[in-house]
């Protein structure tokens, strides 16, 4: 799976149900638990998501 794909998942999924671990959400999408990581701290360092896997309600500076 493709990383924006593995990414878009776990965005829907963290926007969905806030609070999972890494580990839940990696079962839950699919995806292994190091794509997962590391997709968590892209989305968290692009600004889609706070550092506690919550969905960030402003949208990202670009």
């Known amino acids: ?3 924006h794909q593995a990414k878009k998942k ?3 999924l963290v926007k969905q149900r ?3 671990e890494a580990k839940q ?3 839950m999408t699919g995806v292994d ?3 997962t990581t590391r997709c968590l701290g ?3 360092d692009e600004g889609w998501i ?4 919550q969905p960030n ?3 990202p500076v670009s």
Request: aromatic content about 4%; proline content about 8%; charged content about 30%.
């Open 1 to 3: 799976m493709a990383d």
């Open 10 to 12: 776990i965005l829907d």
């Open 18 to 20: 806030p609070n999972l």
């Open 25 to 27: 959400i990696s079962r």
């Open 33 to 35: 638990l190091k794509t």
């Open 42 to 44: 892209e989305l968290a």
């Open 50 to 53: 706070t550092p506690k896997f």
């Open 57 to 59: 309600n402003k949208s």
